[in-house]
């Protein structure tokens, strides 16, 4: 099969784009106002203006009605590659063994076979089909944890145009297997742990790729989760992050398992307690899931003002609720990620909506403006980038622009509302980083994407194939 070609990026560094928006969402001010009828004004990578007139002059001009012009959305927790592996193997409970989560009997063992079987050329094709799925889903800024043999993600979101924190795992030990007493350390190093052979990867890794394409490729510190990580690994992992000023991000009670094992291996305490006594809790923690906190471990993140990421349908394919609106309610600054479970970020939003609705029963939770903030503000907080989930002047160029004009998206009242309730990835119109222009019309602009989607499922179609991938999934 002949591979795509991608075409270089254009530079925009010296061109304006104004974009009309029936509907922009101004954050100059503050929080969150609609403005009706406004131009977005870029200039090279960042915002110039927000004016209620058209522009003299712009080398490109998106003048279209029914428009709603949203700053770049952040989908801060994705696995492009074992969710791959999973997509419609895991559903309706196959795969399923011992009611063991998947984590361990497939996304992990199948990832690690999945990466020795592929070449090179095959992982990047599976890494640019996941990023434009990404894309096409609506995200502009996307951090995603993988294993440390997949580079060819950050290959990928740089020829592609996102802006992305790879977040390349640490192990204690990198083969970790669902045991009879919990996670089992299956080091594949000599020394009894592989933690400091990840260590040393994430950091050639960092220095191949921090800061690259203009600050648009960046690295996040990944220790993958309390099960599979010692207490030295954890140490260590948190005061590198600390010293090079890097996003730090683990899974945390993710399933019950998680929970015994952490509380048998070390003195009864919670996954969050164990992060806690290490020192990792802080306002640099992305911790995901936390499906299984109890209210005081709730209690215990949001005093350390940790970020927690909530993504809500990878659960529901379990049959677990993970309710947005519980960690809310906690007081926890709380993002909306899809795990990769499903790319489609306005979907992944509604389905945070509702199940905190019926969680709670009651309706005034996990509402519009709060949900919007989940994927704009909150981001641009746990990260630390004041100049990323808003529109204002000064601020990165990264929007996306939403298709109101859509049948299935009127009559509406409120555009905010709308969006939540109604929106999903089919109503993405144009994804803007760093000034460019990669999503328009709801097509990828600067790829093939149909040539790249097709390599790419080869690709993950070559790990199904495998006996190991067939052992897996078949049901028990
Ligand atoms: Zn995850």
């Given at each position: 099969m002949p591979r795509p070609s991608l075409m270089p990026l254009p530079n925009v560094a010296q061109q304006t784009t104004a974009i009309f928006g029936s509907y922009v969402l101004d954050g100059s001010h503050g929080g969150q106002r609609v403005l009706r009828d406004h131009w977005v004004i870029l200039e090279g990578d960042r915002i110039a203006a927000i004016h209620p007139s058209r522009p003299?002059?712009?080398?490109h001009v998106i003048d279209t009605p029914g428009r709603f012009v949203l700053p770049g959305l952040m989908n801060l927790h994705n696995h492009c590659f074992s969710e791959a592996i999973a997509r419609s193997h895991a559903e309706d409970g196959a795969g399923k063994k011992n009611d063991q989560s998947i984590v361990y009997t497939v996304l992990l063992p199948l990832s690690k076979t999945g990466l020795d079987v592929l070449t090179p050329q095959e992982r990047l094709d599976v890494a640019r089909m996941g990023i434009t799925q990404l894309l096409l889903g609506g995200a502009t800024s996307v951090m995603e944890p993988f294993r440390n043999s997949l580079p060819e993600m950050f290959t990928a979101a740089e020829e592609l145009g996102l802006r992305f924190w790879g977040a390349p795992y640490l192990f204690s030990a990198a083969d970790p297997k669902a045991g009879n007493d919990g996670v089992e350390y299956n080091t594949t190093s000599t020394t009894g742990r592989d933690s400091e052979r990840d260590l040393t990867q994430w950091k050639a890794l960092y220095d191949r790729w921090q800061g690259k394409a203009d600050g648009r490729i960046g690295l996040a510190m990944s220790p993958h989760a309390t099960d599979t990580c010692d207490p030295d690994l954890l140490r260590a992992a948190t005061a590198m992050a600390r010293e090079l000023n890097v996003p730090n991000t683990i899974h945390v009670a993710q399933s019950a398992g998680e929970v015994k094992t952490i509380g048998a291996r070390y003195e009864g305490r919670t996954p969050s307690e164990y992060l806690d006594w290490l020192g990792v809790l802080g306002p640099d923690l992305l911790a995901a899931h936390c499906v299984y906190a109890t209210d005081n471990d709730l209690q215990l993140m949001q005093s350390k003002d940790v970020t927690v990421m909530n993504c809500p349908r990878v659960f529901s394919r379990s049959g677990k609720t993970a309710a947005f609106g519980r960690f809310e309610a906690a007081g926890l600054r709380v993002m909306v990620g899809t795990d990769g479970y499903n790319m489609d970020l306005l979907g992944e939003l509604n389905a945070a909506a509702m199940i905190s609705k019926v969680a709670a029963g009651r309706p005034d939770v996990a509402t519009a403006p709060a949900l919007i903030s989940s994927v704009t503000e909150a981001g641009a907080q746990a990260l630390n980038?004041?100049?990323?989930g808003h529109i204002a002047p000064g601020a990165k160029a990264d929007l996306t622009v939403i298709d109101m004009a859509h049948p299935h998206l009127q009559p509406h009242y409120d555009p905010c509302r709308t969006l939540i309730a109604l929106a999903n990835r089919s109503n993405i119109d144009t994804v803007i980083v760093d000034g460019r222009i990669l999503v328009s019309g709801g097509r990828l602009a600067v790829a093939d994407a149909q040539a790249l989607t097709r390599a790419g499922s080869a690709a993950i179609q070559k790990i199904w194939d495998q006996p190991e991938a067939r052992d897996a999934f078949a049901s028990s």
């Amino acid at each position: 099969m002949p591979r795509p070609s991608l075409m270089p990026l254009p530079n925009v560094a010296q061109q304006t784009t104004a974009i009309f928006g029936s509907y922009v969402l101004d954050g100059s001010h503050g929080g969150q106002r609609v403005l009706r009828d406004h131009w977005v004004i870029l200039e090279g990578d960042r915002i110039a203006a927000i004016h209620p007139s058209r522009p003299a002059q712009a080398d490109h001009v998106i003048d279209t009605p029914g428009r709603f012009v949203l700053p770049g959305l952040m989908n801060l927790h994705n696995h492009c590659f074992s969710e791959a592996i999973a997509r419609s193997h895991a559903e309706d409970g196959a795969g399923k063994k011992n009611d063991q989560s998947i984590v361990y009997t497939v996304l992990l063992p199948l990832s690690k076979t999945g990466l020795d079987v592929l070449t090179p050329q095959e992982r990047l094709d599976v890494a640019r089909m996941g990023i434009t799925q990404l894309l096409l889903g609506g995200a502009t800024s996307v951090m995603e944890p993988f294993r440390n043999s997949l580079p060819e993600m950050f290959t990928a979101a740089e020829e592609l145009g996102l802006r992305f924190w790879g977040a390349p795992y640490l192990f204690s030990a990198a083969d970790p297997k669902a045991g009879n007493d919990g996670v089992e350390y299956n080091t594949t190093s000599t020394t009894g742990r592989d933690s400091e052979r990840d260590l040393t990867q994430w950091k050639a890794l960092y220095d191949r790729w921090q800061g690259k394409a203009d600050g648009r490729i960046g690295l996040a510190m990944s220790p993958h989760a309390t099960d599979t990580c010692d207490p030295d690994l954890l140490r260590a992992a948190t005061a590198m992050a600390r010293e090079l000023n890097v996003p730090n991000t683990i899974h945390v009670a993710q399933s019950a398992g998680e929970v015994k094992t952490i509380g048998a291996r070390y003195e009864g305490r919670t996954p969050s307690e164990y992060l806690d006594w290490l020192g990792v809790l802080g306002p640099d923690l992305l911790a995901a899931h936390c499906v299984y906190a109890t209210d005081n471990d709730l209690q215990l993140m949001q005093s350390k003002d940790v970020t927690v990421m909530n993504c809500p349908r990878v659960f529901s394919r379990s049959g677990k609720t993970a309710a947005f609106g519980r960690f809310e309610a906690a007081g926890l600054r709380v993002m909306v990620g899809t795990d990769g479970y499903n790319m489609d970020l306005l979907g992944e939003l509604n389905a945070a909506a509702m199940i905190s609705k019926v969680a709670a029963g009651r309706p005034d939770v996990a509402t519009a403006p709060a949900l919007i903030s989940s994927v704009t503000e909150a981001g641009a907080q746990a990260l630390n980038r004041p100049d990323l989930g808003h529109i204002a002047p000064g601020a990165k160029a990264d929007l996306t622009v939403i298709d109101m004009a859509h049948p299935h998206l009127q009559p509406h009242y409120d555009p905010c509302r709308t969006l939540i309730a109604l929106a999903n990835r089919s109503n993405i119109d144009t994804v803007i980083v760093d000034g460019r222009i990669l999503v328009s019309g709801g097509r990828l602009a600067v790829a093939d994407a149909q040539a790249l989607t097709r390599a790419g499922s080869a690709a993950i179609q070559k790990i199904w194939d495998q006996p190991e991938a067939r052992d897996a999934f078949a049901s028990s």
